[in-house]
């Protein structure tokens, strides 16, 4: 059975790599908002997106932040990240640097998005207490493949360690 998961991530420079990941097809994914209506939902200010973002997460598992060179510390990923843990989500970051954009380009790694949030019960950073994954390659094939081939563990894998903090 497919888990269900929130796919957080920097839009404009990530949306190509981030398809790649969604269409691996063992996971179900949120769909993600059109331009036309990401621009009604940010036009409404930040409570709309608020609302948009739990909408989103209704129903969902496990939040998978894809982070590319400019995802880490982002006011609305952190959000994410808050509210994911919040409502008791696995939480986990996929590196996408290496898979090739609409351009045929790699980026530069960018920072682990849970080194900027703190687990205010025990002080400690979440990325102390939840994972993220650099797929070990260089060649954007080997790291999708790397990615599809382990993804459903890490969910898993971030299910249990998010249960652990109930």
């Known amino acids: 059975m497919a888990r269900k998961c929130f796919f957080s991530f920097h839009y404009k420079p990530d949306n190509w790599r981030v398809s790649q990941v969604r269409n691996i097809g063992t996971i ?3 769909k993600p ?14 409570k709309k997106i608020k609302e948009w973002i739990s909408s989103q997460m209704k129903g969902r598992t496990c939040t998978v932040i894809l982070a590319g060179s400019k ?3 982002r ?9 994911s843990w919040n409502r008791g989500l696995g939480v986990l970051v996929i590196h996408i640097h290496n898979l090739k954009d609409v351009n045929g380009k790699q980026s530069s790694k960018g920072a682990n998005p849970l080194f ?5 019960p025990t002080k400690k950073r979440l990325s102390s207490i939840a994972k993220s994954y650099d797929p070990p390659y260089k060649l954007s094939s080997n790291v999708y493949n790397h ?20």
Not at 36 to 45: A, H, I, P, S
Not at 75 to 83: D, M, R, S
Not at 116 to 120: G, S
């Open 71 to 73: 995802t880490a510390n």
């Open 75 to 83: 006011k609305w990923i952190n959000h994410e990240i808050v509210e």
């Open 116 to 120: 900027y949030i703190t687990h205010i």
């Open 28 to 30: 179900e994914g949120n």
């Open 147 to 166: 990615i599809a081939e382990n993804i459903d563990y890490w969910i898993e894998e971030a299910i249990k360690i998010r249960k652990a903090y109930d």
């Open 33 to 46: 908002a059109k331009d036309n209506d990401w621009e009604t939902v940010v036009g409404g200010g930040d």
